[in-house]
Structures are given as C-alpha cells and as structure tokens.
C-alpha cells in the first residue's frame, strides 16, 4: 500500500477524530459550567452529530479539478 493510497483511506477517520474532539471539548465546557453529567452527555453527543453533518456536506459541495483546457483525459493522445 502506498503512502497516497493510506492516506486516502485515512480520511474518514481523520474527520471522526475531528468531530470527536469538538464534542469532547463541548462536553467538557458543559459538564464544568452545568455539573450535570446527563447534560454533558448529550450536548457532546449533538455536538457530534452537528459537525459530523457540517464536513460531510462541505465535502459534498467540494467539486474535483476539472482537467486543464488543452491536456485529454486518454495518456496517449499526443498531449504528454
């Protein structure tokens, strides 16, 4: 497996990781201000939700580069 291919397969897991901590962080904030654990729990778990929601639909408004004018989509077509 090449470093690009791992790296490709990482992603997901590196927004999760995102999403984890700022809900983490909200669940703290909201655990030390309210002394509430039940509170804490679920301001942590929408806060999860919510930004799990937000990168997957930046990801999808995200358009590839579309291919450069005067360059083919075919390797061999003379354009190399």
Do not use: Y
């Amino acid at each position: 497996m090449t470093a690009k291919n791992a790296r490709r397969m990482m992603a997901p897991m590196e927004f999760v990781a995102i999403a984890g901590v700022l809900a983490l962080f909200a669940g703290l904030t909201v655990l030390m201000v309210t002394r509430d654990v039940v509170t804490a729990f679920i301001a942590s778990g929408i806060t999860f939700v919510a930004v799990v929601m937000t990168i997957s639909m930046l990801l999808l408004a995200m358009t590839p580069n579309s291919t450069p004018e005067g360059e083919k989509d075919k390797p061999d077509s003379g354009n190399d």
